[in-house]
């Protein structure tokens, strides 16, 4: 039996499947890219020095990774939050995207008081939050589940609105990191720099018209070239700030 559950272990982990609830694995693996590019050197080794082997790119996906397995289930509330069309988000104490990257990011704060494993923890948690916030679907209305029951084709092929845009868009486009980075010019410093989480979620939430803007559920090529510059300026954006915020959090 022993050796049973040990084979299914090593099969389930060679199996994840990664379900759709959060920028896909390739948008994670962008911001992260992005963010440590831009990390300072020591700030670097301080990451590199928790993650103990584990590349950023990996750390980012981990929270969509453990999905899988039912002992995470607490942490699926983490990954968003829903506030109904026309609503304003209000501060309450519970589970969401904003409590609960608050709270990580306090807890990296005092990070030489915690264990190395602590530390890993969270910074895979940080990491992955910090891009689950900047897609407009992670904070869009309770009501269709953000986009989860909105069912379109895209490309003639069946999906939901979800699911195109944590990872479907960005597959179809084949964008790349150095496609993000290309806006950079764009932006000033002070707006990529922008620490507040409840602007980071207006931000988002201010892209949901046009992720809605659609009269007939075929999308294809038109509704792609509408919306992957959004797509590629929230990764941009998610990236700079992750950067920011772990300078921030590890500077000596
Ligand atoms: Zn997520």
Redesign the pocket.
Known sequence: MKKLSCILLTVTSLYIPLKS???GAEGHKMIASIAYQFLDKSVKDSVDKYLAGTSIEEASVW??VIRSDHSFDYMKPM??LNVEKGEQYKQATGDNIINELTDVAQRLRDNKSRTQWGVKGDLEILI??V??LHQPL?VGYGKDKGGNTVQVTFFEKGTNLHKLWDSEMIQKSGITKEDCLKLMPKYSKQEIEETDLLKWMEQSRAYLPAVYNFSDNRLSQEYLDKNIPIVEKQILFSGLRLAHLLNTIFKK
């Open positions: 609830n959060a920028w929270m969509d990954h968003y992955h939050l891009g689950d992670h």
